[in-house]
């Protein structure tokens, strides 16, 4: 039973058969029609998963981060073009109960990561929590920081952005919206 449905059963337990099938009939639509793509996650590969879950997970905040190792036939191998010599750890992050293992770091041992650095082919971009104390903590670690600059959306929200790079190469995006 989905999250809908769970709703539409504690509204008719709660409010009357006709109040549940309204909630089920409006929710429906959009949980039911969509036939688009789902993003599941991003996966990085890192040289150092500690190193890179002292950032992800402990300064950005994402959850999780047990780190386990993978079987030589991981298919990752084959999508990664890893040497099969090559050992391979992984940790799964989630950013919280409604994106659940959204980003993926992959520890590289016995193969050289190399990320090209201009012009930097993919960006992660990530809504950060009090922002001004997450980029202090990044400058403590040393990183290559981006000048920040005020952040207008397109609905005409207001905040700040700014960006880093990750000890692997990685360009990370943060923002944090601010005004209406």
């Excluded at 709660?14 to 639509?29: E, Y």
């Excluded at 991981?74 to 890893?82: D, G, I, K, P």
């Excluded at 790079?165 to 360009?171: E, S, T, V």
């Amino acid at each position: 039973m989905n999250h809908v449905h769970r709703c539409a059963l504690l509204a008719a337990l709660l409010l009357g058969p006709l109040t549940a099938t309204s909630a089920l009939a409006a929710d429906a639509p959009a949980a039911m029609d969509y036939q688009g793509p789902s993003f599941k996650r991003a996966t990085l590969l890192v040289a150092d998963i500690d190193r890179s879950l002292a950032i992800y997970r402990d300064i950005l905040g994402f959850q999780g981060g047990e780190v386990n190792n993978s079987l030589p036939t991981s298919y990752s191998y084959e999508v990664f073009n890893l040497d099969p010599k090559a050992t391979l750890r992984t940790s799964m992050l989630s950013a919280g109960p409604n994106q659940v293992r959204t980003l993926a770091l992959f520890e590289i041992k016995g193969q050289p990561i190399t990320t090209p650095q201009s012009p930097r082919p993919v960006a992660m971009v990530i809504n950060a929590v009090n922002l001004p104390a997450v980029m202090e903590k990044i400058k403590a670690k040393g990183l290559t920081t981006i000048a920040p600059r005020p952040l207008k959306t397109p609905e005409g929200r207001t905040g700040t952005e700014t960006a880093f790079i990750d000890p692997d190469g990685h360009l990370v995006v943060l923002y944090e919206l601010t005004g209406p």
